[in-house]
């Protein structure tokens, strides 16, 4: 159990590096992620509900020198795939900030961009089985071995009827969460309530 506490916690460190103020801090930790990502170490349904991470890989943008550009856009691509994420992407001002973003980025990122926000209009649905075997939890059984979970009962199924009144299920009313973009130069900024 304290492994995966422990996990969260580097995690949540490598989220925080991302807004550094050193650039050489800021792409390290990018770099960390994304070869956790491509090593199988953590996978897409660990960073999908990290608020903090999404918060992060927009404000990006915001640094004088924001180098890498289509590597944040291409895992923001990547993690907006996931209905949660693109969820929480449009709860905090991403349509909107993207749609300012646009224009001050390489003509050549423009289908990234564009891919992102057809991703957080449509919400696609991923299939778990598409997850990679080491990303599903499989319980153990009382004699060391896994057991594969087939089925789950009705009342442990979710719907996207039951999810109508949330986006991600943690919004909180009366809590302060990121103020949409500067209306001229396109930057994200977090309320510091």
């Not at 991302?18 to 792409?27: A, F, S, W």
């Not at 646009?102 to 991703?119: M, Q, Y």
Request: aromatic share 8%.
């Amino acid at each position: 159990m304290s492994t995966l506490s422990s996990r969260d916690s580097n995690l949540r460190q490598l989220f925080s590096k991302l807004g550094h103020g050193l650039e050489e801090i800021r792409v390290r930790s990018l770099q960390n992620i994304l070869s956790k990502l491509e090593h199988s170490l953590v996978c897409d349904a660990d960073l999908v509900q990290e608020k903090h991470l999404h918060i992060r890989l927009l404000e990006w943008f915001n640094f004088s020198s924001c180098p890498h550009q289509e590597l944040v856009l291409g895992l923001i691509l990547r993690l907006s795939q996931h209905p949660s994420a693109a969820a929480i992407y449009v709860d905090i001002g991403a349509v909107e900030f993207l749609n300012q973003l646009r224009p001050n980025v390489e003509p050549i990122l423009h289908k990234t961009v564009d891919a992102i926000l057809r991703n957080l209009f449509h919400q696609p649905a991923i299939d778990s089985l598409q997850h990679q075997q080491e990303c599903v939890y499989q319980p153990h059984n009382s004699s060391g071995g896994t057991q594969s979970i087939t089925h789950l009962p009705n009342e442990l199924t979710y719907s996207t009827e039951q999810a109508s009144g949330f986006s991600d299920g943690l919004y909180y009313p009366g809590k302060s969460y990121p103020s949409p973009p500067d209306q001229k130069k396109g930057i994200f900024c977090q309320d510091s309530h």
